[in-house]
């Protein structure tokens, strides 16, 4: 003799169920098929699986399209800088032009920005260049004596006080500021040979210090003893220019910029491009950031790995199906749902919260009958119910409004009150 089926106790069970399974009533039989159990939806995992990658599927491989085209680009795409006057950035204020120029006329471009290294790699035979970093005094006072002592030939572009004074003591700023535009006005043949410049530096005056080395002012700058270039010739050769713009790749192309750039840096087969990094100087012995020694691809690579790990969590995170009505295991009367909440409210000594429902609900019925439109003001209903009843409105108010019970017989006597109040109501 099999025993009877349990039935779940009155007042248990949701009446709304979902595709995951959550809301079915204890006891159900489960059926099983070859793609895993039914739910109460009718569907399997296996099921609801396809159903979700169809949604999301074309998101995903979207994403995968994207990813892969980014990978390619990042991979392809020579890295360079987008530091200004540096010779791999591409950028109107780079000098990637120059440099290229450079290299296909045979010229070695060795690019750094430590010093230290600079002043290894040049020597007799040499072309040091030493380009303005992005603060003032990028050098200091070491590593300038260290340039300085290479006996290499030097090019400096726009050099602040500090560099000038250390290459060059013969020259000194002249802070002008009228390109006179005639010509070199010099005998230097790479100023010659360049013809005219673009220029809209302060240029330099020859300073008077004692020197057994001559200097040769060119592209005169307000008067003829201020020129925007300046060659300063004896054991070795020092070119200046007081334009940096003279090789970005932005004004490298105008009236003869090219040209007398070509002939400052082309003089001999290896070029020392230093370009001081700043912050190098300012944390000393400190060796380079994290994010400065890692190749320009890892970061396209994290941001895909990224993209992945967010399409997984998503993939593999639970969501709910669809909701779907479902049967109640058994049918509650009306009357045991409000005997239950009943008790609830004695159990909690919910008072007050009591009588404000049975307030509420038989203000809204007496609205009704006597014809109030909705949200009526408490006053008017209040008058309305005196009216039809004959009783003093203080008393209806009282009723209808007062204070909450504080005792179980105090909430009894209301609901009988407010029973014969609506008795005495008519339509």
């Given at each position: 003799?099999?025993?009877?089926?349990?039935?779940?106790?009155?007042?248990?069970?949701?009446?709304?169920?979902?595709?995951?399974?959550?809301?079915?009533?204890?006891?159900?039989?489960?059926?099983?098929?070859?793609?895993?159990?039914?739910?109460?939806?009718?569907?399997?995992?296996?099921?609801?699986?396809?159903?979700?990658?169809?949604?999301?599927?074309?998101?995903?491989?979207?994403?995968?399209?994207?990813?892969?085209?980014?990978?390619?680009?990042?991979?392809?795409?020579?890295?360079?800088?987008?530091?200004?006057?540096?010779?791999?950035?591409?950028?109107?204020?780079?000098?990637?032009?120059?440099?290229?120029?450079?290299?296909?006329?045979?010229?070695?471009?060795?690019?750094?920005?430590?010093?230290?290294?600079?002043?290894?790699?040049?020597?007799?035979?040499?072309?040091?260049?030493?380009?303005?970093?992005?603060?003032?005094?990028?050098?200091?006072?070491?590593?300038?004596?260290?340039?300085?002592?290479t006996r290499a030939d030097v090019a400096l572009v726009a050099p602040d006080d500090a560099t000038l004074a250390a290459f060059v003591p013969e020259l000194d700023?002249?802070?002008?500021?009228?390109?006179?535009?005639?010509?070199?006005?010099?005998?230097?043949?790479?100023?010659?040979?360049?013809?005219?410049?673009?220029?809209?530096?302060?240029?330099?005056?020859?300073?008077?210090?004692?020197?057994?080395?001559?200097?040769?002012?060119?592209?005169?700058?307000?008067?003829?003893?201020?020129?925007?270039?300046?060659?300063?010739?004896?054991?070795?050769?020092?070119?200046?220019?007081?334009?940096?713009?003279?090789?970005?790749?932005?004004?490298?192309?105008?009236?003869?910029?090219?040209?007398?750039?070509?002939?400052?840096?082309?003089?001999?087969?290896?070029?020392?491009?230093?370009?001081?990094?700043?912050?190098?100087?300012?944390?000393?012995?400190?060796?380079?950031?994290?994010?400065?020694?890692?190749?320009?691809?890892?970061?396209?690579?994290?941001?895909?790995?990224?993209?992945?790990?967010?399409?997984?969590?998503?993939?593999?995170?639970?969501?709910?199906?669809?909701?779907?009505?479902?049967?109640?295991?058994?049918?509650?009367?009306?009357?045991?749902?409000?005997?239950?909440?009943?008790?609830?409210?004695?159990?909690?000594?919910?008072?007050?919260?009591?009588?404000?429902?049975?307030?509420?609900?038989?203000?809204q019925r007496l609205a009704t009958r006597l014809g109030l439109p909705r949200g009526t003001e408490p006053v008017g209903l209040v008058t309305a119910v005196a009216?039809?009843?004959?009783?003093?409105?203080?008393?209806?108010h009282d009723l209808l409004y007062g204070p909450p019970p504080t005792t179980d017989d105090a909430l009894l006597a209301l609901a009988r009150r407010l029973d014969?109040?609506?008795?005495?109501?008519?339509?």
């Open positions: 003799m099999t025993a009877p089926p349990t039935r779940t106790p009155a007042g248990v069970g949701s009446g709304v169920g979902s595709g995951s399974g959550v809301g079915t009533h204890s006891g159900a039989p489960t059926v099983r098929t070859t793609s895993g159990p039914v739910r109460g939806d009718g569907t399997t995992t296996r099921s609801r699986a396809a159903r979700r990658w169809r949604r999301v599927g074309w998101v995903v491989a979207l994403l995968a399209l994207l990813g892969v085209v980014a990978l390619i680009l990042a991979l392809v795409t020579s890295p360079g800088s987008k530091l200004p006057l540096a010779p791999d950035s591409t950028q109107p204020r780079g000098a990637k032009a120059l440099a290229q120029v450079l290299e296909a006329q045979g010229v070695d471009v060795h690019y750094t920005r430590d010093a230290d290294e600079a002043a290894q790699l040049a020597g007799p035979g040499t072309t040091l260049l030493v380009v303005p970093g992005l603060t003032w005094d990028s050098l200091d006072d070491d590593q300038l004596r260290a340039l300085a002592a700023d002249a802070y002008g500021y009228d390109p006179l535009g005639a010509g070199p006005s010099c005998d230097d043949p790479d100023a010659r040979a360049a013809g005219t410049v673009s220029d809209q530096g302060g240029g330099y005056v020859a300073s008077g210090s004692s020197s057994d080395r001559t200097v040769t002012l060119c592209f005169p700058v307000d008067t003829a003893d201020v020129g925007s270039y300046a060659v300063v010739q004896g054991a070795t050769r020092v070119a200046v220019y007081d334009d940096a713009r003279l090789f970005t790749n932005r004004d490298v192309a105008q009236a003869g910029n090219a040209a007398l750039a070509l002939r400052m840096l082309g003089r001999h087969h290896d070029l020392v491009w230093l370009l001081p990094d700043d912050r190098a100087q300012a944390s000393g012995d400190a060796g380079p950031a994290a994010a400065s020694v890692l190749p320009t691809w890892c970061w396209a690579l994290l941001g895909w790995s990224l993209v992945v790990v967010l399409v997984l969590a998503l993939w593999r995170g639970r969501r709910l199906g669809p909701l779907v009505p479902e049967d109640l295991p058994v049918v509650v009367r009306a009357a045991e749902t409000t005997r239950g909440r009943a008790r609830l409210y004695r159990a909690g000594r919910t008072r007050g919260h009591a009588a404000a429902g049975l307030r509420a609900r038989t203000a009216r039809a009843t004959g009783r003093p409105a203080p008393d209806v014969d109040l609506e008795s005495e109501v008519h339509p």
